[in-house]
């Protein structure tokens, strides 16, 4: 009996050791010394090309992915789906009480060669910026002795979401080669199909929940706040995706004959499109905004978020803002309708004097957890019919021209549903203290993100798993554009996040 008493107590006390040397790590020293060699796993990942429209691009990443897993200690496993598989990675760690899942996606958006500042978007450069403004390509090599926080290395995915994956596997080696571990069990679930909307991720994360089990999950992708301070999110918002095609001759007309005769489907796009919103862009189809009411309490939450509205105005260029909400927090809180792009006819050098033959709208649909996208389409496709339309699923046909005075043609889809979990979950509490650890204060919290992640589907199989977002990158990454590139001081802020979050005793 005594001996089972002093064997109880020495495994507390070690249990009490190793919670201690956890928190008593010097993360800056060992970030610091960890920094090289995590930018040549950075420029390792990057320097292959990840369009997720190209799945055969996809395949050295997958392969990538579980090597460098593999020789950390993680098992792996293909979660097959109709398109790219996910990939699975699992370290158990020995008397580990608790899981936590971590995600991150390795595709990119596709690349415009010709818009890029360097010879190849999926060759990574050392920039720095000059006296004139401009940025600078410097040796790769110049940071073997020398180091400024605001150089960056340019190249596709290298924030979105590529960065912060090598910021994970460069924590986990300077965790590891340090003698310590997590005193939980590690799961990474890796999606090579996001910048596509996952479309194959719900039906998988179904299929595979038992292998996805997990007490919380942690997304790592997204920029930090505008004033780049460390910062947490709780929530992202979903998207829809609705294509609008109006009618007018059935081929494109001089507009010299049927300019006052056929019916322009680009003006009706237009009045259509216009009698969504009001001047101050608000939704005018009732019921829009049904079940979103913020409280004082929640008004409180969002205004500790620190921004400069004057800032963030004369950084995107506009002059003045839409009255969805009170703040840019409160406008995060509701659905947005947003078009996205609009086509009909031809403009600037191909221009002709015609009646188009159609006309397109693309818009998306930023959902809320209150918004439901299928009652949303249902209360945009009954604005449509009120105005007059007739609805398609396909071209109209001959006889329904004759038929039907206003045609238009509706395709729309649902990505992912939004999520939001608590700020006083365990997850936040956590998190919490580990950045504390790591800079000293409290992160910048936000209740939701305006981005979308395919974390709903998650939420939903894994019974309502607390998931929270820690953003890392810098906000003028030029993420899905030409020119995409991650701040070193960034980088280096990342690795020790990660750190902090893998060390911290949960």
């Not at 800056?28 to 090289?36: C, H, P, S």
């Not at 590690?186 to 997990?214: M, Q, R, W």
Request: proline share 6%.
């Amino acid at each position: 009996m005594k001996r089972s008493i002093l064997f109880i107590l020495l495994l507390a006390l070690s249990m009490q050791m190793h919670v201690l040397a956890q928190q008593q790590i010097d993360l800056e020293e060992v970030t610091d010394a960890y920094f090289l060699k995590g930018i040549g796993i950075l420029n390792d990942i990057l320097s292959m090309p990840n369009d997720s429209n190209i799945p055969e691009q996809l395949v050295a990443n997958i392969a990538w992915c579980e090597e460098n897993l593999e020789k950390r200690g993680y098992s792996t496993k293909q979660l097959q789906t109709d398109g790219a598989p996910l990939v699975l990675g699992f370290r158990e760690v020995p008397n580990a009480q608790k899981t936590v899942l971590f995600y991150f996606h390795i595709d990119g958006q596709p690349v415009d060669r010709k818009r890029w500042e360097q010879e190849d978007p999926y060759q990574p450069v050392l920039k720095k910026m000059n006296a004139q403004g401009k940025w600078e390509q410097i040796p790769m090599s110049s940071l073997s002795d020398d180091y400024d926080a605001d150089w960056r290395i340019f190249a596709r995915s290298s924030s979105d979401d590529k960065g912060p994956f090598a910021m994970f596997l460069t924590a986990w080696d300077a965790m590891v080669d340090n003698e310590m571990m997590s005193n939980f069990n590690v799961k990474v679930i890796l999606d090579f199909e996001e910048e596509i909307g996952s479309p194959n991720l719900p039906a998988a994360v179904n299929k595979y929940k038992e292998d996805l089990k997990a007490d919380m999950m942690l997304i790592m992708d997204g920029p930090r706040h505008l004033s780049n301070k460390p910062t947490i999110s709780f929530g992202a918002r979903g998207i829809s995706q609705i294509t609008l095609t109006t009618y007018g001759p059935r081929a494109a007309q001089h507009s010299g004959h049927y300019g006052n005769y056929a019916p322009n489907p680009a003006f009706r796009m237009a009045q259509l499109l216009a009698s969504m919103k009001d001047d101050d862009g608000r939704v005018t189809i009732p019921g829009y905004y049904d079940g979103i009411n913020l409280t004082q309490t929640e008004r409180d939450i969002l205004s500790q978020v620190p921004d400069d509205e004057g800032e963030i105005k004369s950084k995107i260029g506009i002059g003045t803002t839409d009255r969805v909400g009170g703040t840019y927090q409160e406008s995060l809180q509701y659905p947005s309708l947003n078009i996205r792009g609009l086509s009909s006819g031809w403009v600037g050098d191909e221009v002709r004097t015609i009646v188009p033959a159609d006309a397109t709208a693309e818009i998306d649909i930023r959902l809320v957890p209150e918004s439901d996208p299928e009652r949303l389409f249902a209360l945009i496709r009954k604005h449509v019919e009120d105005q007059g339309y007739h609805i398609l699923d396909d071209d109209p046909t001959d006889e329904e021209r004759m038929k039907y005075p206003k045609l238009i043609k509706w395709e729309g889809s649902i990505s992912y549903q939004a999520f939001r979990t608590p700020f006083d979950s365990e997850p936040g509490i956590w998190l919490n203290k580990a950045y504390i650890r790591a800079f000293g204060e409290e992160p910048i919290r936000k209740r939701i993100s305006g981005g979308s992640l395919p974390i709903s589907p998650f939420v939903e199989a894994l019974d309502n798993i607390p998931a929270v977002t820690v953003t890392t990158v810098n906000s003028d990454n030029n993420q899905h554009g030409p020119n995409e590139n991650i701040r070193l001081g960034n980088y280096k802020e990342g690795i020790k996040t990660a750190l902090a979050i893998l060390t911290q005793p949960l």
